[in-house]
C-alpha cells in the first residue's frame, strides 16, 4: 500500500455533493441496531413474505429455458415482454399506457432520481407533502431543488396550502417542476388521500398547470375491501407521473420499479438511464416477468394483506392500551407505517436514547419534513416483528413515553 | 384512456435533460439490427462465454443456504461479503484498499455516473481520450461536463497535447477535474497505454494535481501471457479512481461492478448512491460473491482468454487479406475490439448503408471523439461471430471499402 496524501476533496466536490449528508435514518440507526432490541424502524416488508419456494421453481425454469440469454445485457428501458407485461397490469388498475408511456427502473428510487434529473434544475421548485418519503426528498436534494411542503391532513394535501405555497414561489419567480405525494399509505405517516381529496388535488393541479407525480409503492397492501384509486387512472395522462414497485409484494431485493409517464418524459428518462446504469438485472426482470404471467401478484397480495393488517391491529391495540393521554397516532388502512404524534414541546429524538435502552426502536420524524416542524413524531413500523413483539415494544415505548409525560 | 393534452416538455426539462441526446450508437442500429446480417456492431461480450450451469449451481446454493435473505434490500455500498471478496480480488492485482476504498455498483456505468455527479458541476472540464468510451462521455454530458480531448497514440497517451489541453482550460479559468482514461484494451479503439506511458501519465498527472479516473472492464482480456499493470497500482491511493466490473469475465446482465477510491470520495458516491437507486440486486450480488469465492473468476480468465484471442486473430488475418492499401487498423493485444482507419476523405458513417446492404455492420468512429474527427474510422468487434462469420464479413466489408477507394 502507498503513502497517503492530503487532499482537498471538498474543494474538488461539485455543489450538488458538497450538499449530500448521510441521511439522518442512517445516523440513527448506529444507535439502534443493536440485539435483542424491538425495532419498529425498518422501511422493509418482512421476509417472511417474500415467495421463495415460488422464485426457486421459476429461476429453474428461467435459466432451463433461456440459458445465457438471461446474463446478457438487456434493453435500458427494460426486457420487452416485462414492458408488456406491465402495460396489461397498468391497464388492470385502470391505467392504461401506450408502449412509449413505460420504463422499469431499478427500484422506485431511480424512478425518482430520474424524474428529478431530467425536470430540476438547481433552485427549481418541488412541493412535497408534509411529511414526506425521505428517499425521494433526497433524491430531490441531490438534484439541488429547492424543497417546499405542504400541510397533509388525515384525509389529503392541504389545498389552500398547496395554492399559498405555489403561489408564493411562483410570485419570486421560481419555477415550481412539480408536486410529488404518495397518495395511498404513505411512508412514514400511514395516511391517505380520500378519493375526493384526491379529485380535488387532480383540479388544483390542473389549474396551476402542475405536474403531479404519485409515488405508489403501498397500493396494493389494503386492508379493507378495495383498493384505492390510483391518481393516474382519474387524470389525463399529462398530468400524473406515476411510479411503484414490486418490492413491497413480491421482494425488494429484485430491484425491479416502473414509470407509467407522457411519452416526452419517458424518453428523456431513457437518455439519462442508459447514462445513469445502462440496464437492469436481467434475471431480477425475468423473475418479475415470471410472476406477473405466473398470477403470483395477485396470490401474494391475497396473502399478505391479511398479514400485515393482522399485525396493523396488534400495534393499534397495543398502542390504545399502552399510550397516555395526549398521544395520538394514525390508523393506517394499509401499508406499514404508524405516525405517532407525542405532546408538543416532547421531542422524539430526545426519547430514543431511552427508547433504546428500554430495548425499542423507532425512527424520529422530524427527518421527513423538508421545511422543519414535526420533532414531535415518530414512525412505527409493524411489518418486522411477529404480535407478541410488536405488544412487548408497544409496552416498552408507552413506559418510556409516560415516564417523559408523567 | 383519456384526452391529450400537449404540454410543451422542453420547458420544462432540466438543462442536463435538454442536452441529452439518443447515442449515435442507438440511432445506427435502427439501421444495422436486421436479420442475416454479420454484425462488428455490438459492444457485448459473447453469451458463448457466460458459465451458466455454474450459475445454476451457484442459484440453487444461494437458495438454499440463504432463503428469503436473499431477496431483501441489501446495503447501499454493497453486500458486506462481497465488498471483502472484491477487496481480495484488487489486492491480488497489486490495489490493495482499504474497507472505506471499495463501492459495488449496477455496472460500471453506475461508477461513471456517480464519480460524474460527486465531481462535476456544469462546465467542469473532464479531459478525455480521443477516441474515448461514448457510456463514459454520455455520464459526463448528462453531468454538464466540458469536455476535451487528448490525443490517444499507439502506446497512450499524448502528454504534450495533455499538458497544453490542461493549460489552455486552466488558463482559462476553467476547473479540470479529472482525466478519464482506460488505459487497457480500449472500447473502442483496442488501444494499450504501454506501462513506460503509464508511468509518464501518472507524472504528468501528479504535476498537474489532477485525478485520474481509471476505467478497467477489459484489463482480465490479455492475449498475452501477462496482464498490463493498472494504473491504480502503480500510483499513489489519492491519485487514481479505479472502475471495473465482472461484465466481461463472468456476464454483463449480473450488475455487478466496484469503484476504488479515496475514502473521502467514496464517502460522497455512497451518499450519491442512496439516492440513484438505494442499492443493488441481492441475487446479481450474491452470484457474484459465490463466483469470486470458488475460483470461477480465474477459471473464466483460463477459457475466455484464447477464446477471443483466436477470433482477434481471425479477423486481424482477415483484414490483412482482404483490406486495400490505405485502410489501417489497431492490433489489441486483449479486449473486444479493432479500430480501423479509412483513408483521410472517405466517410465511416456514408459507407454504413453500402454497408449494411452488402450484409455486414460495423460502429461508426466519429461518435467517441468528442470534440470532432474521426470520421473516417469505425470499431470492429470480434466479440460476436464465429471464425467463418469473421472471415465472411470481412470479405464483405473489404469488398464495400475497395469500391470506394477503387
Redesign the interface.
Known amino acids: ?5 492530503a ?1 482537498n ?1 471538498e474543494q ?6 458538497r450538499g ?4 439522518a435514518i ?1 445516523r440513527m440507526s448506529a444507535l439502534i441496531e443493536k440485539p435483542g432490541i424491538i425495532s419498529f424502524a425498518p422501511g ?1 416488508p418482512s ?2 413474505t ?1 415467495p ?1 419456494d415460488r ?2 421453481a421459476i ?2 425454469d428461467i ?1 432451463a429455458r433461456e ?8 434493453l435500458t428501458r427494460g426486457l420487452a415482454p416485462l414492458l408488456s407485461a406491465v402495460r396489461d397490469y397498468a391497464a388492470a388498475k385502470g391505467m ?1 399506457a401506450a408502449a412509449e408511456e413505460v420504463l422499469i ?3 422506485s ?2 424512478g425518482l ?1 430520474l424524474v428529478a ?5 438547481p433552485g ?1 421548485v418541488v412541493l412535497v407533502e408534509r411529511p414526506s418519503y425521505i ?1 425521494a426528498t ?2 430531490f ?3 439541488q431543488a429547492r424543497m417546499v411542503g405542504v400541510r397533509l391532513g388525515p384525509d389529503g394535501l392541504d389545498l389552500d396550502h398547496l395554492r399559498d405555497r405555489h403561489g408564493a414561489e411562483t410570485a419570486a419567480g421560481r419555477r415550481v ?1 412539480f408536486l410529488y405525494v404518495t397518495p395511498s399509505f404513505q411512508n412514514p405517516s400511514g395516511i391517505s388521500h380520500s378519493p375526493a381529496s384526491r379529485r380535488a388535488l387532480l383540479e388544483a393541479a390542473r389549474e396551476l398547470d402542475l ?1 403531479v407525480v404519485e409515488d405508489d409503492p403501498y397500493g396494493d397492501l389494503y386492508f379493507e375491501a378495495e383498493p384505492l384509486p390510483t391518481l393516474r387512472s382519474m ?5 400524473v407521473v406515476y411510479l411503484s414497485s414490486f418490492s413491497k409484494i ?6 425491479t420499479a416502473f414509470v407509467l409517464g ?1 411519452e ?2 419517458l424518453a ?1 428518462i431513457e ?2 438511464k ?11 426482470q425475468r423473475i418479475i416477468l415470471a410472476c406477473l404471467r405466473g398470477g403470483l401478484i395477485e396470490e401474494q397480495k391475497a396473502r399478505i394483506r391479511p398479514y400485515y393488517r393482522a399485525k396493523r391491529d396488534v400495534m393499534l391495540e397495543a398502542l390504545a392500551k399502552e399510550m397516555p393521554s395526549g398521544v395520538s397516532w394514525t390508523r393506517p388502512r394499509g401499508g406499514l407505517f404508524v405516525w405517532l404524534t407525542l405532546p408538543e414541546g416532547l421531542d422524539a429524538a430526545a426519547l430514543l436514547e431511552a427508547a433504546v435502552a428500554e430495548g425499542v426502536a423507532y425512527v424520529t420524524g422530524a427527518p421527513f419534513y423538508v421545511d422543519g416542524g414535526g420533532e414531535n413524531t415518530m414512525r412505527l413500523t409493524f411489518a418486522k416483528e411477529d404480535a407478541p413483539t410488536i405488544e412487548e415494544g408497544v409496552r416498552r415505548l408507552g413506559r418510556v413515553v409516560r415516564g417523559r409525560i408523567g
Chains 1, 2 share one sequence.
Request: glycine share 6%; with cysteine; hydrophobic share 40%.
Open positions: 500500500m502507498t503513502e497517503k496524501v487532499t476533496w474538488r466536490f461539485s455543489s450538488a455533493a449530500m449528508r448521510f441521511s442512517r422493509q421476509p417472511d417474500f421463495v422464485f426457486r429461476l429453474e435459466l440459458g445465457a440469454a438471461s446474463f446478457q445485457y438487456i392504461a427502473t431499478e427500484g428510487q431511480q432520481d434529473r431530467v425536470l430540476i434544475d427549481d428517499g433526497s433524491a436534494r441531490a438534484a417542476k405536474l387524470a389525463r395522462e399529462t398530468e413480491l421482494a425488494p431485493g429484485l430491484r407522457p416526452e418524459l428523456k437518455i439519462a442508459q447514462s445513469a446504469n445502462l440496464c437492469g438485472s436481467s434475471l431480477d
